[in-house]
C-alpha cells in the first residue's frame, strides 16, 4: 500500500523573515553598488583635477620665468629645473621631465627627477613611464589617461616642453628640443579611503541582516500565531467542533478571515443540527408507517384478525404504504434540492405550458378531495404562458400545497393562478383554522410541527422547489371580513414568450 508523502511547505513567518532581509541585502547592496560607481567617478575627477592644476601651474610658472630659445643647453635646463622644482612644491601631482634620444636604446630618458635628488622616486618615475609608453606610448593630444601599475591606478598626462621664440612670440620646438613634462597622480591613497569605506559598509550589511532578522521576527511572530490559530481553528471545524475562534488576531486581513471563518462556523454548527435533527424526524417519520405495516402484516399473517378485519388491515397497509412512499419520494426531491444549492446536482429544466402542468396537478388530487368529500375551486383562468422548471418538482410542489389545504380545509379549496410581467403566481386558499402565529414562524422549515402535533416535510420540499426555481412561497391567513383559512401564494418566473422559451430549450440541448 502506497503512503501519501506530504509535500513540504515554507511557514509563512519564513516568508516574512526572508522577505525582510533580501530587502536589506538588495537596499544596501544596491547602496554599496552606487557608492562605488560614486567613489570611482569622484576619483577619476579629482586626479584629472589634480594634473590639470600642475598643469596650469607650470605654464604659471614658465611665463613668470619668461625662457627663451637659447642655444646654450646649460641656460635651457637650468630654467626647466628651476620650472619644475616650483611646480612640484604644490604637490598637485608628480612631474617626470622626459626628453627624446638622450640615452642609447633608450627612447625616452628621465631627466626630473634625478638620481641625486631622490633615488626612489627616480626609480618609480622611470618604471612608471616604462608601464606607460609599453602599454600606451606617448600622446600628447589625449586627455588624462589611466595605467595598472603595481596593483594601482595611475591617472597620468604628457605634455610638450616648448619655447617662446623671443622675436615672433610663437610657440616652437626644434628637434633638438624634444622635451615632454608627463604628469601623474597615485590613486592608492584615494582606494585606501575607498577599502575603508567598503569595510564600514559590509559591517553595515551585517548589521542590517541582523536588525532586519530581529525586525521581521517582531513583526513576523503575530503574524505566524494567528495563522497556526486560525489553521488550528479550520481543524477543528474540520472535527465537527464549531465553538468560535476569540482572542486577538492581528492584521485586519487575517481578522476578516476570522470573522468569516466565525461566521462559517455558526451555519456548518446550524447546518449540522439541522441535519441531525432531520434524520431524527425522518427515522421517526419513516419508523410510523413501517411499524404500522409490521403489525397489520403479522396479525394478517398469524390469522389475529378475522375476515372482516382482515380487509381494513389491508387497506390500512395500503394507506401507510402510500404514505411511507410519498414521504420517501419527498426525502429524495429535498436531497436533490440541497445537492442542486450546493452545485453537486444540476436540476434539469425544459419549457413548461403553465396551464398542462396546473390541469395535471388538479386532476391528480381532485381524487383525494372527492373521497373527503371536500370541494376543490379552479380558478385557473390564463393561456400561452409558460415557465422554464423541472414538471416532476413544480408538480410536486402544488401537490403539497394542495394536500395541506386539504388536510386543514373545512368544506373546500380555492386555486387561482395568474401572472404579470415577472411572474406566474399560483394561490391555494383554504376555509380551515388559519395558521398560527407561533407556527408560521416555522411553517417551512423540515419537519416543522403542526397545530395538530404532527410534523412534516412537505411544505419545506415547496419552498425549496420555489427557490430552486428562482421565486418564492409565502403562507398567511385570510383578513377579509367573516373569512377564515390560510393563504399559500407561489411566484414562478414566466418566460415573455415561446421564442425566449425556444432559445433556452435549444441551448440546453446544446
Given at each position: 500500500?502506497?503512503q501519501?508523502k506530504?509535500s513540504?511547505?515554507?511557514?509563512?513567518?519564513?516568508y516574512?523573515?526572508?522577505?525582510l532581509?533580501?530587502?536589506?541585502?538588495?537596499?544596501?547592496?544596491?547602496?554599496?553598488?552606487?557608492n562605488?560607481l560614486i567613489?570611482?567617478?569622484y576619483?577619476k575627477y579629482?586626479?584629472d583635477?589634480?594634473?590639470s592644476?600642475a598643469?596650469?601651474?607650470c605654464?604659471?610658472?614658465?611665463?613668470?620665468f619668461?625662457?627663451q630659445?637659447?642655444?646654450?643647453?646649460?641656460t635651457?635646463d637650468?630654467?626647466?629645473?628651476?620650472?619644475?622644482t616650483?611646480t612640484?612644491?604644490?604637490?598637485d601631482?608628480?612631474?617626470?621631465?622626459?626628453?627624446?634620444?638622450?640615452e642609447?636604446?633608450?627612447?625616452?630618458?628621465?631627466l626630473?627627477?634625478?638620481?641625486?635628488?631622490?633615488?626612489?622616486?627616480?626609480?618609480?618615475?622611470?618604471?612608471?613611464?616604462?608601464t606607460?609608453l609599453?602599454?600606451?606610448?606617448?600622446?600628447t593630444?589625449?586627455?588624462?589617461?589611466?595605467?595598472?601599475?603595481?596593483?594601482?591606478?595611475?591617472?597620468?598626462?604628457?605634455?610638450?616642453l616648448?619655447?617662446?621664440d623671443?622675436e615672433?612670440k610663437?610657440?616652437?620646438?626644434?628637434p633638438?628640443d624634444?622635451y615632454?613634462?608627463?604628469?601623474?597622480?597615485?590613486?592608492?591613497?584615494?582606494?585606501?579611503?575607498?577599502?575603508?569605506?567598503?569595510m564600514?559598509?559590509l559591517?553595515?550589511?551585517?548589521?542590517?541582516?541582523?536588525?532586519?532578522?530581529?525586525?521581521s521576527?517582531?513583526v513576523?511572530?503575530?503574524?505566524?500565531?494567528?495563522?497556526r490559530?486560525?489553521?488550528r481553528?479550520?481543524a477543528?471545524?474540520g472535527?465537527?467542533?464549531?465553538?468560535k475562534?476569540?482572542?486577538?488576531?492581528?492584521s485586519?486581513?487575517?481578522?476578516?478571515?476570522?470573522?468569516?471563518?466565525n461566521?462559517?462556523?455558526?451555519?456548518?454548527?446550524?447546518s449540522?443540527k439541522e441535519q441531525?435533527?432531520?434524520?431524527?424526524?425522518?427515522?421517526?417519520?419513516?419508523?410510523?408507517?413501517?411499524m404500522?405495516?409490521?403489525?397489520y402484516a403479522e396479525g394478517?399473517k398469524?390469522d389475529?384478525f378475522d375476515?372482516?378485519?382482515?380487509?381494513?388491515a389491508?387497506?390500512i397497509?395500503i394507506s401507510?404504504?402510500?404514505?411511507?412512499?410519498?414521504?420517501?419520494?419527498?426525502l429524495?426531491?429535498?436531497?436533490?434540492?440541497?445537492?442542486?444549492?450546493?452545485g453537486?446536482?444540476e436540476?434539469?429544466k425544459?419549457?413548461?405550458?403553465?396551464?398542462e402542468i396546473?390541469?395535471s396537478?388538479?386532476?391528480?388530487?381532485?381524487?383525494?378531495f372527492?373521497?373527503?368529500?371536500?370541494?376543490l375551486?379552479?380558478?385557473?383562468?390564463?393561456d400561452?404562458?409558460?415557465?422554464?422548471?423541472?414538471?416532476?418538482d413544480?408538480?410536486?410542489?402544488?401537490?403539497?400545497?394542495?394536500s395541506n389545504?386539504l388536510?386543514?380545509?373545512?368544506?373546500?379549496?380555492?386555486?387561482k393562478c395568474?401572472y404579470d410581467s415577472?411572474?406566474?403566481i399560483?394561490?391555494?386558499?383554504?376555509?380551515?383554522p388559519?395558521?398560527s402565529?407561533?407556527v408560521?414562524?416555522?411553517?417551512?422549515?423540515?419537519?416543522?410541527k403542526?397545530?395538530?402535533g404532527?410534523?412534516?416535510?412537505?411544505l419545506?420540499?415547496?419552498d425549496?422547489?420555489?427557490?430552486?426555481?428562482?421565486?418564492?412561497i409565502?403562507?398567511?391567513n385570510?383578513?377579509?371580513?367573516?373569512?377564515?383559512?390560510?393563504?399559500f401564494?407561489?411566484?414562478i418566473?414566466?418566460?415573455?414568450?415561446?421564442?425566449?422559451l425556444?432559445?433556452l430549450?435549444n441551448?440546453?440541448?446544446d
Amino acid at each position: 500500500m502506497k503512503q501519501s508523502k506530504q509535500s513540504f511547505r515554507i511557514p509563512i513567518a519564513l516568508y516574512i523573515y526572508s522577505s525582510l532581509i533580501m530587502v536589506a541585502l538588495i537596499s544596501v547592496s544596491m547602496i554599496g553598488i552606487s557608492n562605488q560607481l560614486i567613489f570611482k567617478s569622484y576619483i577619476k575627477y579629482e586626479c584629472d583635477k589634480r594634473i590639470s592644476s600642475a598643469v596650469q601651474s607650470c605654464k604659471q610658472f614658465a611665463e613668470a620665468f619668461g625662457e627663451q630659445v637659447s642655444t646654450e643647453s646649460f641656460t635651457r635646463d637650468s630654467l626647466v629645473n628651476s620650472i619644475i622644482t616650483s611646480t612640484d612644491i604644490t604637490n598637485d601631482a608628480s612631474i617626470v621631465l622626459i626628453a627624446s634620444g638622450v640615452e642609447e636604446n633608450e627612447a625616452y630618458t628621465v631627466l626630473w627627477p634625478n638620481a641625486s635628488s631622490s633615488v626612489s622616486q627616480f626609480y618609480q618615475s622611470s618604471d612608471i613611464l616604462k608601464t606607460i609608453l609599453r602599454e600606451n606610448g606617448l600622446e600628447t593630444d589625449t586627455p588624462t589617461q589611466k595605467v595598472d601599475y603595481d596593483e594601482r591606478e595611475i591617472y597620468y598626462r604628457f605634455v610638450p616642453l616648448v619655447f617662446k621664440d623671443p622675436e615672433t612670440k610663437e610657440l616652437v620646438q626644434t628637434p633638438q628640443d624634444e622635451y615632454y613634462l608627463l604628469f601623474y597622480v597615485d590613486s592608492s591613497n584615494y582606494y585606501s579611503f575607498y577599502n575603508a569605506m567598503h569595510m564600514a559598509l559590509l559591517r553595515s550589511i551585517v548589521f542590517a541582516v541582523l536588525v532586519s532578522a530581529i525586525i521581521s521576527i517582531i513583526v513576523a511572530s503575530p503574524l505566524y500565531l494567528s495563522t497556526r490559530k486560525l489553521s488550528r481553528f479550520a481543524a477543528r471545524i474540520g472535527k465537527g467542533d464549531f465553538n468560535k475562534i476569540d482572542g486577538h488576531i492581528v492584521s485586519r486581513e487575517l481578522s476578516d478571515l476570522g470573522d468569516m471563518m466565525n461566521s462559517m462556523a455558526t451555519r456548518l454548527e446550524k447546518s449540522d443540527k439541522e441535519q441531525k435533527t432531520f434524520f431524527q424526524n425522518a427515522s421517526h417519520e419513516l419508523r410510523t408507517p413501517l411499524m404500522s405495516i409490521q403489525g397489520y402484516a403479522e396479525g394478517i399473517k398469524y390469522d389475529i384478525f378475522d375476515d372482516e378485519k382482515k380487509g381494513e388491515a389491508v387497506d390500512i397497509i395500503i394507506s401507510e404504504t402510500t404514505r411511507l412512499s410519498n414521504l420517501v419520494e419527498n426525502l429524495l426531491s429535498i436531497s436533490k434540492m440541497d445537492m442542486s444549492r450546493s452545485g453537486n446536482f444540476e436540476v434539469k429544466k425544459q419549457m413548461l405550458e403553465v396551464r398542462e402542468i396546473t390541469e395535471s396537478v388538479i386532476d391528480k388530487v381532485r381524487g383525494g378531495f372527492l373521497h373527503a368529500g371536500k370541494e376543490l375551486i379552479n380558478k385557473f383562468d390564463i393561456d400561452d404562458v409558460y415557465i422554464y422548471a423541472n414538471e416532476s418538482d413544480i408538480f410536486r410542489m402544488l401537490e403539497n400545497i394542495f394536500s395541506n389545504c386539504l388536510r386543514y380545509c373545512e368544506n373546500s379549496v380555492v386555486f387561482k393562478c395568474t401572472y404579470d410581467s415577472k411572474y406566474v403566481i399560483f394561490e391555494i386558499s383554504d376555509d380551515g383554522p388559519g395558521i398560527s402565529e407561533e407556527v408560521q414562524k416555522h411553517l417551512f422549515e423540515r419537519f416543522a410541527k403542526g397545530s395538530d402535533g404532527k410534523h412534516g416535510i412537505g411544505l419545506a420540499l415547496a419552498d425549496s422547489i420555489a427557490q430552486e426555481h428562482g421565486g418564492s412561497i409565502t403562507a398567511s391567513n385570510k383578513s377579509g371580513e367573516g373569512e377564515h383559512g390560510a393563504v399559500f401564494e407561489i411566484r414562478i418566473p414566466t418566460a415573455k414568450c415561446r421564442e425566449q422559451l425556444s432559445k433556452l430549450n435549444n441551448e440546453t440541448e446544446d
